[in-house]
């Protein structure tokens, strides 16, 4: 048995001792991949703007109401997306506000660009109509690029405009576009 031990350890010697060679790697010929990034302009309003279907409402219950400046701002009302700078546009879908067969003139209604917001350009302020008007001009490109907007109605058009008219909501659709530039 001590003979088994013996050969079984020599060959398991000159095993370990006989496989020092190494045998050098070669280097292979490289392989090279295309890689295509394929881009296409985008401009959206993204879905979480607060303009999407959202409701600004200008409560008037007391004779101050019809006399003072009424402010609402809506923060992020507009969310844009653009791989261009871009303008933003506003415009009344119609050319009176509605109550029934009452109407006040869309014109009753300021909007402002608020600046300090993480979109940038040119911020207008415009009196509402049905024709496109430039609220921001030149935005500068980027994604998620937001707008807060200030809606107003003066004392003036509240007393001269509002003050009259029979009680009730009236209500006009506002339209937003973003243009690519």
Do not use: C, H, R
Not at 36 to 55: E, F, M, R, W
Not at 103 to 122: F, H
Not at 138 to 158: M, P, R, V
């Amino acid at each position: 048995m001590k003979k088994q031990i013996v050969i079984a350890a020599l060959a398991l010697g000159a095993f370990v001792f006989g496989t020092t060679n190494v045998a050098a790697q070669t280097v292979s010929n490289p392989a090279s991949t295309t890689v295509n990034l394929k881009l296409s302009d985008v401009i959206s309003i993204d879905a979480g703007s607060a303009a999407t279907g959202g409701v600004v409402d200008f409560n008037y219950v007391n004779s101050n109401d019809y006399n003072t400046v009424k402010n609402v701002t809506v923060p992020n009302s507009l969310i844009v997306t653009s791989s261009k700078n871009f303008d933003v546009k506003v415009k009344a879908e119609g050319a009176n506000f509605v109550n029934g067969s009452n109407n006040i003139p869309v014109n009753v209604l300021q909007i402002t660009a608020v600046t300090g917001t993480s979109m940038t350009g040119t911020f207008n302020t415009v009196a509402l109509s049905t024709a496109d008007q430039v609220l921001v001009s030149n935005a500068t490109l980027g994604a998620k690029k937001s707008l807060s907007i200030d809606y107003s109605i003066s004392a003036l058009k509240a007393s001269t405009v509002l003050l009259g008219k029979p009680a009730g909501t009236y209500t006009q659709q506002v339209t937003y576009t973003a243009t690519a530039l």
